[in-house]
């Protein structure tokens, strides 16, 4: 049984405990509350940034978008899904080097 493992079953207690508490609520009020302190300029540096990107295959195309517009960011065309010997190479990224923004 690996570290990971082990100390899973503690933080996912500890992770619902601090959700059923009112530390986030009280975390919150007490950020808008500092934020709304602050000279209108600094207040936009914590505004929630959080964006969600659409990818879609449109016929031979891959289409990037932004939620919420029409029109596309980026297109490409599309060759389809990688071959086994493709994903096996070194220079494929796995699912845990994938990030989101």
């Keep these: ?5 082990s100390i899973q079953p ?6 619902t405990r601090y959700r059923r ?3 986030p609520a009280f975390l919150a009020w007490w950020k808008a509350e500092l934020v ?6 600094w ?11 659409l990818a879609s295959i449109e016929g031979d195309e891959l ?5 919420g517009q029409s029109e596309p960011l980026a ?4 060759v389809g899904p990688p071959t086994r010997s493709a994903r096996n190479s070194p220079g494929w990224p796995d699912a845990r080097s994938i990030t989101t923004v």
Aim: no cysteine; proline share 5%; hydrophobic share 50%.
């Design 43 to 53: 207040q936009a540096w914590f505004q929630d940034r959080r964006e969600v990107w």
């Design 75 to 78: 297109v490409s065309i599309w």
């Design 10 to 15: 503690v933080v996912a207690k500890w992770t």
């Design 21 to 23: 508490s009112p530390v």
């Design 36 to 41: 709304g302190s602050l000279p209108a300029r």
């Design 1 to 5: 049984m690996s570290l990971f493992d």
């Design 63 to 67: 289409v990037l978008r932004r939620e």
